[in-house]
């Protein structure tokens, strides 16, 4: 009777819980191979490959990973994710930053910088001569266009980032996001 139960219990659960029949690796192996073989393209990664090659012998950008870039404060993290996301917008890729660190107004003025190539500060403090203004005015033309979303988030939450990176995914198709 307890046996009889526990496949009943398993049935509906397997009915219910689990939107496809349960299957052993060795039954969906042809199809996970053919999703592999999919991914192969004439640059020699699957996936989006990252701006340093020696890291793209150890991971590239794949939709369905989670890379975690760590290390001590002020080392680079953030700049390196920064120039990363933009070379995702270069390669049509849409980009989700969430920040925890730094405002709308100082992210943008350090996505101008690493755009142009002007020191950050010079932004900031308004140093340009006319031809950094120009440059400034075309990256900001360009950038106007990109599908790109800064979220400033001081305390976040999982249910929030949850819901953000869902409602984008739906809206713009986001493809890299950024957790900083």
């Not at 340093?52 to 993290?77: A, C, F, Q, W």
């Not at 266009?145 to 953000?164: C, G, N």
Request: with cysteine.
């Amino acid at each position: 009777v307890n046996r009889k139960a526990n496949e009943e219990i398993d049935s509906v659960t397997e009915k219910y819980v689990f939107t496809n029949e349960i299957a052993t690796l060795g039954d969906k192996l042809d199809d996970i191979w053919g999703e592999i073989e999919g991914a192969w393209n004439d640059t020699g990664f699957a996936g989006l490959p990252s701006m340093i090659p020696e890291l793209n012998n150890y991971v590239t950008y794949d939709p369905t990973e989670l890379i975690l870039i760590s290390g001590r404060m002020k080392t680079g993290k953030s700049a390196f994710m920064l120039c990363e996301s933009i070379r995702m917008l270069k390669s049509g890729v849409p980009v989700l930053y969430i920040d925890t660190e730094i405002s709308d107004k100082l992210f943008t003025q350090r996505v101008l910088s690493c755009l142009t190539g002007i020191p950050g500060n010079d932004i900031k403090n308004g140093r340009l001569d006319d031809d950094q203004k120009k440059e400034l005015r075309k990256a900001m033309n360009w950038l106007k266009k990109q599908p790109l979303v800064h979220e400033y988030m001081t305390s976040p939450d999982e249910d929030a980032i949850f819901a953000l990176c869902n409602i984008l995914k739906h809206k713009m198709d986001i493809g890299f996001v950024v957790y900083d």
